[in-house]
């Protein structure tokens, strides 16, 4: 089958555009402004052509590659409520959930993703951004779909939901339908980590991974400014508790023969996920490499979306085009 055309912005450590890669799109471009980002994109795809720049500063007219193609993707920043408007990176969110839209506006690709929070879907807190958004891109006679997956659906083992906003013209809009779930029973994260834990021997590892007999929470990558590789907020920490994890910090290395992790200083009965171990949680393949050291390899693969979602999205939009290019 043809291989369609994508431009994927703010690509991060590359989770959706694997996803949509595996669904037939192949980027003419991807753009970032973290060089540990790039360098994660460049190790894993050498072939793809990654651009380190601010979105803001992004010129189309330099890279004639861009104009119309199949589809325009983008995992933005989390856009925050207005209860924490205050925060100096909210204003940043914003502005590059604004420029993905007037980048969409000069190039007018065939199909518009941007994947965010879920409340970014129908939150009174958001109505205004869902309006600018609409309003900008109706003048092009793009149409709109709003929804929210969790990733859990899709295989991925973790409770994350995601706000999706799919936008087409006419006939691809028509023969659009949001993906529906891959599968009938969500993995644990006991099934996920249990070839990892046991890696070394540990002898506990099958009555761990009983006990952790549920989707994990969602991870969450944190502040580049701020804080530690840890794996959320106290609730968070208390919810990884109950599966047998400390989640303060990571570790360097998984369990040995008597559940001993030799980083592990706490004194906690609990064990430490390791990176890739997180990695396996967001649903990327044992050999996609992360730049840098062990908080920056975990933030990015916090921030990232899990591929398994964006191989649903690509397909249910690379259906829509062709379905819509064959009448």
Not at 81 to 102: F, H, I, N, P, Q
Request: charged share 25%; proline share 6%.
């Amino acid at each position: 089958m043809e291989r369609l055309a994508s431009i994927d912005v703010c690509s991060g450590a590359g989770g959706l555009a694997l996803g949509l890669e595996r669904a037939g799109f192949d980027p003419v471009l991807l753009l970032d402004n973290k060089p540990i980002a790039c360098e994660t994109l460049r190790r894993n795809r050498p072939s793809w052509n990654i651009l380190e720049m601010d979105l803001g500063d992004f010129d189309p007219t330099m890279h004639r590659q861009a104009y119309g193609v199949d589809l325009l993707s983008a995992g933005l920043p989390r856009v925050k409520s207005s209860a924490t408007t205050k925060r100096v990176e909210t204003g940043l969110e914003l502005r590059l959930m604004k420029a993905t839209v007037r980048l969409a506006h000069t190039i007018q690709p065939k199909a518009l993703l941007v994947e965010n929070v879920p409340d970014l879907v129908a939150s009174p807190e958001f109505e205004e951004v869902r309006g600018y958004m609409e309003s900008e891109l109706a003048c092009l006679e793009y149409r709109f779909h709003w929804f929210v997956l969790n990733a859990a659906d899709f295989g991925v083992p973790q409770d994350r939901k995601q706000g999706v906003l799919v936008a087409l013209r006419d006939r691809p809009y028509d023969g659009f339908q949001p993906p529906t779930p891959t599968v009938t029973r969500h993995m644990t994260v006991g099934e996920a980590l249990l070839p990892s834990m046991s890696a070394r021997g540990w002898t506990g590892a099958e009555e761990w991974a009983a006990q952790a007999n549920r989707v994990a929470p969602t991870l969450v990558g944190g502040s580049d400014n701020r804080g530690g590789a840890d794996l959320g907020l106290t609730g968070t920490k208390r919810a990884w508790a109950q599966m047998g994890i400390n989640g303060a910090a990571l570790s360097d290395e998984v369990p040995g023969l008597h559940g001993i992790q030799e980083s592990d200083a706490s004194g906690s009965p609990l064990r430490k996920l390791t990176v890739e171990q997180t990695a396996t949680l967001q649903s990327f393949p044992r050999d996609w490499i992360f730049a840098g050291k062990k908080t920056a390899r975990y933030r990015q693969i916090g921030h990232a979306s899990p591929p398994p979602v964006g191989e649903a999205l690509g397909r249910a939009v690379a259906d829509a085009l062709r379905s819509s290019a064959s009448i």
